[in-house]
């Protein structure tokens, strides 16, 4: 039977995307346990640290009413250390330290007093019984928070000051033995994949730092989770050759060498550092590091010969996500898939066998109706090429009338130094199964590709990335798979504002658009930001006031009398990285203009919806939306989505 695309019954619905979504991140390894952080949607977006046990049973650490999530840069990481039966953590609503011992029933002890700081990116000082850790200082009010690396007593005593002096600090780690201490360090205006420096010192007598050497990195070269082998040799990647490649440097740390004698063409080892403590490495022993590399934007897992200097691939199903942690036996990670939803997996290194302790989803589909990625390349402006990952309509019904192309959801991931990854995500599976396209773009400024990709957007965002996804829409028309006339471009925070810069600079090309939690304004977000990123539209746009006149011309608010779509902005209300004010005053102004808009806002979210009634009521109202701006009726039974100025939908289609 032939149904219209977008009106395809879905066995997908925003309740099973809520209920589904947990989010998995942030594994260790301590002896035969294992343990990850759960980001729950029914528990109000709870993070909760779960262990799983040498007998196979798990169950959460952290109790009830707390939460393991730092605030550090904002976007977290590094929220927990294990050692045996001491867990140390961070708890999201005081941003205190807490230690917790396993083998007794008490409730958390916090070591930390309180007060405006955020603690994150742990390493343990056994020696001298202290945490070492990023510490961001907010009590003066109006001033910049101050970053520092610190010293937190496991008795609870004063936390101390360490290393001080730069604008930014990530993954401190002691080696082996306790001797040195590495860690990473940067400035405004960059960002850690700008160029970040690597640091080595050893431990005097008091436990302060002796005189630190510098052992690679700078103003243009990005260094990327520096750590410690056994031998006391240094392990980081760096893109000096404009690829993130694996080196290793030894005492005294003045040569720095490959990992890998031949490195395969055109992959990297490294990730951007939003998110604090995350792993492409991870020391087995004294001779081989298990490895996460990328290649034309798909994830892969390998196992290196240190000796021999050779990479060899394996568990080739697997695709790593941001987190592994490595001993000498076995591997665990967070790791997607094609057709099922990331998991926690644990890897013997021996067999190569794999374990599966947790899935994100349990949701079964019919392996018919799952859109497989396909990895395109695609002509883009200034006669280079972009990449994306394509979505064909995939469902229950898979029939539509055979003179129809599909609607098309351009989507522009955030960042926007970020990327987009072909892993099985039940959000593109909601719109595929309805008889959508989707097409997610890697446009130029995107991670996985070499530094010369990523530095496309330097002095070019709202240009360059809005160019790769008009181009990346007009190549799937041109080649008959999307329906011109049914265009829709989406995207949150960055991607937010490429949808606005999109539609107000090109207004011809896209029917609909949808921005969650979008910029509109770049000099407000100058003022507003907070100090991870305060400095970053400096190397995006350019310096700020000098360039003020960029600025202007390249914020949507600016530009909103050549908006002619219809438009539905999303936007958490205590977001602090986008502020709510950046979808006010977009929507203010469409309704001024008398154009037809959807403004939903949502209590309690941050940056990212992490609420199942956010996530269920932020797709439902899209998928709505777009069933008013293209003329279908959704087959979901759900509430219409509100649009003022409805009159102006085209059709004179109202929801």
Request: proline content about 6%.
């Amino acid at each position: 039977m032939e149904q219209s695309y977008g009106t395809w019954p879905s066995p997908i619905t925003a309740a099973l995307v809520a209920a589904q979504g947990v989010r998995l991140s942030s594994v260790a390894l301590d002896g035969e346990a294992v343990y990850w952080i759960e980001g729950r949607p029914q528990e109000g977006g709870r993070n909760v640290l779960v262990r799983r046990a040498a007998d196979g049973t798990a169950g959460d650490v952290t109790p009830a009413g707390f939460n393991t999530r730092s605030r550090v840069h904002e976007y977290g990481g590094g929220a927990y250390l294990v050692d045996g039966r001491h867990i140390y953590f961070v708890n999201f609503s005081d941003q205190r330290v807490y230690a917790l011992n396993l083998e007794e029933d008490g409730a958390p002890t916090a070591l930390t007093p309180e007060g405006a700081f955020c603690y994150g990116d742990f390493t343990l000082d056994r020696a001298r019984r202290r945490l070492i850790c990023i510490r961001e200082d907010h009590t003066e009010l109006g001033r910049e928070a101050v970053t520092t690396l610190v010293g937190v007593p496991l008795d609870g005593a004063e936390v101390t000051v360490l290393v001080s002096g730069e604008d930014f600090y990530s993954t401190p780690r002691f080696s082996a033995d306790g001797s040195r201490l590495c860690w990473l360090s940067w400035r405004h205006p960059r960002m850690p994949w700008d160029g970040t420096e690597l640091w080595v010192a050893a431990i005097a007598g008091d436990g302060g730092l002796g005189v630190a050497t510098r052992v690679a990195g700078g103003a243009d070269e990005s260094i990327y989770q520096p750590g410690w082998l056994p031998d006391g040799s240094l392990v980081f990647a760096s893109d000096r050759d404009g690829w993130w490649r694996l080196y290793r440097a030894t005492a005294p740390f003045t040569t720095v060498a490959p990992v890998l004698k031949t490195p395969p063409p055109e992959t990297e080892f490294g990730r951007p550092q939003w998110v604090l403590a995350t792993a492409t490495w991870g020391s087995a022993g004294n001779d081989q590091l298990v490895v996460s590399f990328t290649k034309a934007g798909r994830w892969r897992l390998g196992r290196v010969d240190l000796g021999a200097g050779t990479l060899e691939p394996i568990a080739p199903d697997l695709q790593p996500d941001e987190w592994l942690a490595a001993s000498a036996s076995e591997v665990a990670l967070v790791a997607g898939h094609s057709r099922a939803a990331d998991a926690v997996v644990l890897l013997s290194l021996d067999g190569l066998t794999v374990r599966t302790l947790k899935r994100a989803s349990d949701a079964a589909l019919d392996p018919s109706s799952v859109s497989e990625a396909e990895a395109i390349e695609f002509p883009t402006a200034n006669g280079q090429s972009a990449h994306a990952f394509y979505y064909p309509p995939r469902g229950v019904s898979d029939q539509a009338p055979a003179a129809d192309r599909p609607p098309l959801i351009v989507i522009g991931h955030g960042g926007p130094i970020a990327a987009a990854d072909p892993t099985f995500d039940l959000k593109i599976q909601f719109w595929t199964t309805r008889g959508f396209a989707v097409v997610d773009v890697n446009y130029g400024g995107s991670t996985g590709f070499g530094r010369d990709y990523r530095r496309r957007l330097n002095g070019q965002w709202g240009i360059v990335d809005v160019a790769d996804l008009i181009n990346a829409a007009h190549y799937l028309v041109a080649t008959g798979r999307a329906d011109e006339r049914r265009l829709a471009i989406r995207g949150g925070s960055a991607g937010g504002y490429t949808v606005l810069a999109a539609l107000t600079q090109h207004p011809e090309v896209f029917t609909a658009g949808a921005s969650y939690y979008g910029i509109s304004d770049l000099e407000a977000l100058i003022s507003d930001s907070h100090k991870f990123e305060a400095r970053c539209l400096d190397i995006l746009v350019g310096p700020y006031p000098a360039m003020r006149d960029e600025y202007i011309r390249r914020s949507p608010i600016h530009a909103v009398d050549r908006l002619s779509c219809p438009l539905i902005l999303l936007q958490g209300l205590e977001d602090k990285v986008v502020p709510p004010n950046q979808s006010e005053m977009m929507a203010d102004a469409l309704r001024a203009k008398g154009q037809a808009v959807a403004y939903l806002t949502f209590e309690g979210e941050q940056h990212g919806f992490r609420r199942a009634d956010s996530i269920i009521r932020s797709l439902e109202a899209e998928l709505s939306f777009y069933g008013a701006v293209f003329g279908f009726t959704p087959a979901d039974s759900m509430a219409p989505v509100p649009i003022e100025n409805a009159h102006r939908l085209p059709r004179g289609r109202a929801s």
